[in-house]
């Protein structure tokens, strides 16, 4: 074990190639988070609102034939265990499970032909997207900052994105059990300065929650309608702890030209109805990332041009 660490300080290649495929496999857990968890929290939802259904009716007074017709359908999940490891990853058209040869990133699909090896369905290109775009972000994560806490907390901080931009993209959802952790990981790991000093992650979360909820809140006093998620405020808070509140307004700027131009692609190319909502969250990571990567170089060019005569 002393050799392998010695190895890997001592030697770039030896850890860029590790955690490149380290993210590769992680990519591969990627795929299951992104399409269980949001499944995961549905069936917590409908499991508390059957649990504050059957407390009403079960008030003195109050009757199932007088919620009959005002209550929605409440439809209490199946008690079979649905979790991140439980039940084990299966074909949706023909329920065959998936082996562990069947499993490998990448390989497996381009072995498989993008097809279920039970019955021949097309599997998503989703899957082996998500773990290249792991596998190369983990791989640069490694060279840009070297053997180190740093290398170790910013490849955590991109597999959270990762997860977050493609759960968004689905469902319009950025689940508190990945944006809160990551918020409270961000302020932990600067008590040492990892990143930024602690009092500029702690504005820097603090800042980067108000300026969206700032923005919700003017948007929705002058146009009655809501314009963003409170998991957008979360997601902007996580980032301001991780990388300071420097680099917030680079974030916002570079998620809104990026999220202005996807947005206006999507109208004009008429695939997507004008009053149709665009997830924020992607952007929002992708701005993250961008200025967890080159934040300080991007800023410094950007004050040496205002100070150019």
């Not at 680099?247 to 996807?262: C, E, F, N, Q, T």
Request: charged share 10%; net charge neutral; glycine share 10%.
């Amino acid at each position: 074990m002393s050799e392998l660490f010695h190895l890997l300080q001592s030697s770039q290649l030896a850890f860029v190639s590790l955690c490149t495929l380290l993210g590769l496999m992680v990519g591969s857990f990627l795929n299951v988070v992104i399409h269980r968890l949001p499944k995961m929290l549905e069936r917590e939802w409908q499991l508390q609102c059957a649990e504050l259904k059957d407390q009403i009716t079960g008030l003195p007074g109050i009757g199932h034939s007088e919620l009959a017709g005002n209550s929605p359908d409440v439809r209490r999940p199946t008690p079979d265990t649905y979790n991140l490891v439980v039940p084990r990853s299966a074909c949706p058209h023909c329920g065959h499970k998936i082996s562990a040869l069947e499993n490998i990133p990448v390989i497996s699909y381009l072995l498989l032909r993008g097809k279920c090896k039970g019955c021949g369905a097309h599997i998503s290109a989703r899957y082996p997207i998500v773990e290249v775009a792991s596998g190369l972000l983990s791989g640069y994560v490694a060279w840009h900052f070297g053997f180190g806490l740093a290398a170790s907390a910013a490849l955590l901080f991109v597999w959270a994105l990762l997860a977050l931009t493609f759960i968004d993209f689905d469902t319009q959802l950025l689940p508190d059990a990945i944006t809160l952790p990551l918020l409270w990981l961000g302020l932990l790991l600067n008590l040492s300065a990892t990143f930024v000093e602690l009092h500029s992650a702690v504005v820097g979360a603090v800042a980067g929650y108000l300026a969206l909820w700032s923005v919700y809140w003017l948007f929705k006093l002058a146009t009655g309608k809501e314009g963003m998620g409170y998991g957008d405020f979360k997601l902007l808070a996580a980032i301001g702890a991780w990388l300071g509140w420097q680099m917030l307004p680079l974030v916002i700027l570079l998620s809104s030209l990026v999220g202005a131009v996807v947005g206006i692609t999507l109208i004009v190319a008429a695939r997507h109805g004008r009053n149709i909502p665009i997830p924020y969250g992607p952007y929002l990571a992708g701005g993250g990332l961008i200025a967890l990567f080159w934040g300080q170089t991007l800023t410094q060019s950007y004050l040496h041009l205002l100070a150019a005569p």
